[in-house]
């Protein structure tokens, strides 16, 4: 299925809003069966404190997982495969091919808990002499026949499917109100464990009842805006079900005495006003549950299988028909699910899936927090509430409580992680896609350089490693200064000097100048670091620095220097320009003017301009200037892009053009667009209307010998009052990235 980028919607036509294409699915996942049928055991067990300290506990995991499914899946164009392909598109392919496993293993084994739990409940409701896994046997086949042949039909029964769910819920809660009492409630505060049991086994109990957030992100190709409905969809439908949880473990503790909320599984029919409707909410909930998931967990397969990370995996990458249908994966996800329902009963298999799906989100919230905490220039999700220290807590959060639910079984969990985790590295898969990998590579050391050596370049993970030709820095210190900002503690920042003479005989001068620029760099309090070289000349200086400075994957990529109208220096300005281009680099040349009255504290009045004329340097002056603001400093100066464009042209369709390209980049920033037949008298006019404090123009080295016409061209720009950043982009950085 082509995917519109501009817009997130499919080009099958599907354009589901908020309520439709992500509220509803994940609510009706996380209503489901424990909901009718373990709950009271859950209340009755741990008391309705404990019950509701249960509640509130697995929802603060669900909830900090959405965050960060929030962020993530606002930052990138998400595909099939789920959480797989977020943590996989991430944290990179190692650790994508774990969770692919484990999400895979605990959709399939879902099946057979939402299986068992109709059964249960149909042997419950209907006098039947067969035996329970037989029945069990019976259904699990039917909903793999539905799914193979083609369940997209499930769908559309989604909006009757939520208000049978609602109406079986109104039905408890009209029958418990009556038959509530503060006596029974009162007794009912405590915990009376049987014998094996505890807090964190009722815990686990109970903690498949609020997974399904993931199913907002598995319809991201069919939403009109998913920047907006999966944060919306996800959170409204965790905060609508926890409601849901915590009214009815309060009314299950106040109308029904311990000893019956533990051994009566469907208590929850005989407290309602309806039980006919219960019955219809526990089969609508675990078959549309069950369906579901072996939708769901074949896709996962299929999508690990397509990376191409297994090669025995491989086969099951093939899709069938024009939708591709997972067939080959369905089927060996209903063998899995028919051997857990072989094996085991609701209270086994619920534990299990417990345990992998706190696998899955504590690596979803690692994801995350590594984003964060790197502070990666490419991770711009449009969902703003977010914090790596939330993604932090929900990853430490799932972690203890795998090893407070089982030690042993959360210790078997991560030796598998570990196990599958060296098994992708030792194969040495080559990923198509960038991924957080290179960023967390790009900050350590020896080990980071020597696979950075090995990683595969993507704008993704761009970022800006300045080399700033300021000399000694104290003479120049607005270059040191620029060099900075535009990294915005992103990248790395050398500030260079260049000595002039033998450096066989300035060894020790060149030792010295490298230490006061050290301490200069110190002194300012700049995130930089030194470089100083001796040559014969400045041009050979310059050559030294473009072809040794650097190690490994953090060798420069962008050239800063200032701006030279000096006679006697337009030559070797033209050179060094030229080579720069020649050599990979991006260029950036900063016009300083001096005649603005400054303080180390305020950055110059005025606006953060961007003339575009074209694309090609337009993408990285946006990404220059979007860094530049991240500085405290400049984080309050407005962000324009001045467009000139002739009297005649589509003002409209311009307009509309950049700002699919501002949501494309996850930048905000005002459009002005200057009608006019001579672009330079327009942008004076603009400056005069409203004055800049920094101002971004795109240029292209001079050809040899028309270095003074170079010049000439560019000084009615760089006399504007404020300062001008000339930038000449190599062509490595991607907005959509």
Not at 464 to 469: E, R
Not at 471 to 499: K, M, P, T
């Given at each position: ?27 009706l ?35 900090l ?6 962020a ?6 998400v ?27 605990a ?11 109709f ?14 896994r ?56 405590h ?11 009722m815990?686990?109990?109970f ?29 409204a ?58 939708m ?23 899709g ?8 080959r ?11 857990a ?10 534990p299990?899936?417990?345990?992998f799906?706190m696998v899955?989100?504590g ?9 964060g905490?790197?502070?990666?220039p ?11 220290a939330?993604?932090?807590l929900?990853?430490l ?21 570990v196990?599958?985790y ?19 590579a ?25 080399l ?13 200064e620029y ?7 992103r ?15 300035l060894?020790?001068?060149r ?23 001796v ?12 072809q ?8 420069p990529n962008?050239?800063?220097m ?23 680099r ?9 005649r603005?009255?400054?303080?180390d ?8 301009n ?8 337009g993408a ?18 407005p962000?324009r ?31 002005v ?6 672009p ?13 404090a ?28 404020g300062?001008?950043i000339?930038?000449?982009?190599s ?7």
């Amino acid at each position: 299925m082509t995917e519109n980028r501009r817009n997130g919607t499919s080009s099958g036509g599907h354009s589901f809003g908020t309520f439709g294409g992500v509220f509803t699915p994940t609510t009706l996942t996380i209503l489901g069966v424990i909901m009718f049928l373990r709950f009271g055991q859950v209340v009755g067990q741990a008391g309705t404190l404990n019950a509701l300290l249960i509640v509130l506990g697995a929802k603060s995991i669900t909830l900090l997982t959405s965050f960060s499914v929030a962020a993530i899946a606002t930052n990138t164009q998400v595909k099939g495969g789920g959480a797989y392909f977020l943590i996989s598109r991430t944290l990179g392919v190692e650790y994508g091919g774990v969770i692919a496993i484990f999400l895979y293993i605990a959709q399939a084994t879902s099946v057979a808990l939402y299986v068992i739990g109709f059964t249960e409940a149909f042997v419950g409701t209907f006098p039947v002499t067969l035996s329970f896994r037989l029945i069990a046997t019976v259904v699990n086949v039917a909903v793999f026949l539905c799914v193979y042949i083609g369940a997209g039909w499930t769908i559309k029964v989604q909006y009757g499917i939520l208000a049978v769910l609602v109406l079986s819920v109104l039905s408890f809660l009209a029958g418990a109100l009556p038959q509530s009492s503060i006596e029974t409630f009162r007794a009912n505060l405590h915990s009376a464990y049987l014998p094996g049991q505890s807090f964190f086994t009722m815990f686990a109990l109970f903690f498949p009842a609020v997974t399904g957030i993931m199913a907002g992100v598995n319809m991201s190709g069919d939403l009109r805006d998913p920047g907006k409905s999966i944060p919306d969809g996800t959170f409204a439908a965790v905060l609508f079900t926890g409601a849901i949880y915590l009214s009815m473990a309060l009314f299950l503790g106040a109308s029904r005495p311990q000893e019956a909320l533990i051994h009566q599984g469907l208590i929850v029919r005989e407290i309602a006003w309806s039980p006919l409707l219960i019955t219809a909410g526990v089969f609508a909930a675990t078959l549309s549950s069950a369906l579901g998931s072996m939708m769901g967990a074949p896709r996962v397969l299929q999508a690990f299988a397509a990376d191409d990370v297994f090669s025995r995996l491989r086969p099951f990458a093939k899709g069938s028909g024009p939708a591709r249908e997972p067939r080959r994966a369905t089927i060996v996800t209903f063998l899995i699910a028919q051997t857990a329902i072989v094996l085991g009963d609701l209270d086994a298999v619920a534990p299990i899936i417990t345990m992998f799906f706190m696998v899955t989100y504590g690596t979803l919230n690692l994801a995350c927090f590594l984003e964060g905490i790197t502070r990666n220039p490419s991770f711009r999700p449009r969902f703003r509430w977010h914090h790596w220290a939330l993604s932090l807590l929900g990853a430490l959060l799932c972690l203890a409580v795998m090893f407070l639910i089982n030690v042993l079984w959360a210790a078997v969990a991560i030796l598998i992680m570990v196990a599958v985790y060296g098994l992708i590295g030792r194969a040495e898969v080559l990923a198509a896609w960038g991924d957080l990998s290179s960023g967390l590579a790009f900050q350590r050391a020896r080990w980071a350089l020597l696979r950075l050596e090995k990683e595969r370049y993507h704008p993704k993970n761009w970022r800006p490693s300045i080399l700033a030709l300021s000399g000694g820095a104290w003479s120049r210190n607005h270059l040191a200064e620029y060099a900075c900002w535009l990294s915005a503690g992103r990248g790395v920042v050398s500030l260079a000097q260049i000595l002039f003479g033998d450096v066989e005989e300035l060894v020790v001068r060149r030792n010295e100048a490298e230490r006061l620029l050290r301490r200069h760099i110190q002194e300012e309090g700049r995130a930089a670091f030194p470089a100083v070289v001796v040559e014969e000349d400045l041009g050979k200086g310059i050559k030294t620095l473009l072809q040794c400075h650097g190690i490994g994957g953090v060798r420069p990529n962008t050239i800063l220097m200032g701006w030279s109208e000096d006679p006697r220096r337009v030559g070797l300005f033209g050179r060094t320009l030229r080579l720069c281009r020649a050599m990979g680099r991006s260029v950036v040349v900063v016009r300083y003017d001096r005649r603005v009255e400054r303080n180390d504290e305020e950055a110059p009045k005025g606006s953060l301009n961007i003339w575009w004329r074209e694309p090609h340097n337009g993408a990285l002056m946006l990404l220059l200037a979007h860094l530049m603001k991240q500085n405290r400093i400049w984080r309050n100066h407005p962000l324009r892009i001045l467009c000139p464009v002739p009297p005649r042209a589509d003002r409209e369709n311009l307009t509309a053009e950049m700002t699919d390209r501002l949501a494309l980049a996850r930048i905000d920033a005002e459009i002005v667009v200057l009608p006019t037949d001579d672009p330079l008298s327009a942008l004076r006019a603009e400056v005069v209307r409203e004055p800049f404090a920094a101002l971004f123009v795109g240029f292209e080295p001079p050809e040899e010998g028309h270095e003074e016409a170079f010049i000439d061209r560019y000084r009615p720009v760089t006399e504007l009052p404020g300062d001008v950043i000339l930038v000449s982009s190599s062509g490595d950085v991607a907005l959509e990235a």
